[in-house]
DNA sequence: AGTACCACCTGACGGC
DNA sequence: TGCCGTCAGGTGGTAC
């Protein structure tokens, strides 16, 4: 699921259970999912420390460390973050196990192994580093405009691209631009200004939303099209059956009808 | 620069 | 029941 608005709620969680709480120790079950870090580094760079603050970034959530240093993870398609305190407890597909030293346990569970665990300097420079563009939560509408300057090709795919804004993925950029009317594969160097504004304001408005509901999908509101991305839907608005095609290799659904 | 593939992984599902 | 292809909410690399 991990989208910005799960990223965002793994983060709201992690302040939960994980703040201020001495590290005893960590256990990696599965190296895969540890990038550019070796269980050993990840040991000595967090034993005896607490995670002080946390911070997302797109799809990154940033954990600092309050003698220093910071963690970077990144849940892939199947990543999640899950705190327990039995060890029958431990969910499955736990990958890295970060043990408190008041018994508690924070697990980093992820199927696929497609997510990464990454010690990193910080937020501002992995995003650097990497190219980010700007988060798409809290981008303003002309920096939303800057963004998209220039830009050529697929209204999705731009969209998605994390180089331009940072944290929309397949499900998210199909429910804004069904919920702003845009077709997938419309050109976004044919947009005018007054289409980019509609846009900067459906996309805010849908990722607000979805965080509020905790992502979700059976508590998004019963205009949301997450909810329905399966053969045989209608759409909520016209009624008309859903479509999908496939935009940058993505499965794409959409409304044939309200998305011109 | 944009697009189309491929790869990395595991599991669920539908068809035969 | 079992096998097989396809697909799944991500990203990075390749070649055109």
Request: hydrophobic share 35%; net charge positive; glycine share 8%.
């Amino acid at each position: 699921m991990p989208e910005l608005p799960d990223v965002e709620n793994f983060r709201q969680y992690f302040d939960n259970v994980a703040l201020h709480k001495a590290i005893e120790s960590v256990d990696v079950e599965n190296n895969y999912v540890l990038k550019n870090t070796s269980a050993k580094s990840l040991n000595q760079e967090l034993e005896g420390k607490a995670f002080d603050e946390t911070c997302r970034h797109g799809k990154n959530l940033f954990a600092s460390l309050d003698k220093g240093g910071c963690l970077r993870f990144h849940f892939g398609m199947t990543g999640s973050v899950q705190a327990y305190a039995e060890p029958s407890d431990q969910p499955k597909y736990t990958r890295v196990r970060f043990n408190f030293r008041d018994g508690d346990h924070l697990a980093y569970a992820d199927l696929r192994m497609l997510g990464e665990i990454e010690l990193v300097q910080g937020p501002q420079d992995y995003a650097r580093k990497h190219g980010l563009g700007p988060d798409a939560a809290g981008i303003s509408l002309p920096d939303f405009q800057h963004a998209f300057e220039g830009k050529r090709g697929m209204i999705k795919s731009v969209l998605m691209d994390q180089a331009v804004i940072a944290g929309i993925g397949n499900v998210y950029a199909d429910e804004i631009l069904y919920q702003a009317r845009f077709h997938p594969q419309q050109q976004v160097d044919e947009l005018s200004q007054g289409d980019l504004k509609k846009l900067h304001s459906v996309m805010r408005k849908v990722l607000s939303t979805a965080v509020e509901r905790h992502a979700d999908p059976s508590k998004l509101p019963s205009s949301y099209l997450i909810p329905r991305r399966r053969k045989g839907q209608s759409c909520p608005r016209c009624k008309s059956k859903l479509g999908s095609i496939k935009v940058g290799g993505r499965t794409t659904w959409f409304c044939p009808s309200c998305q011109k």
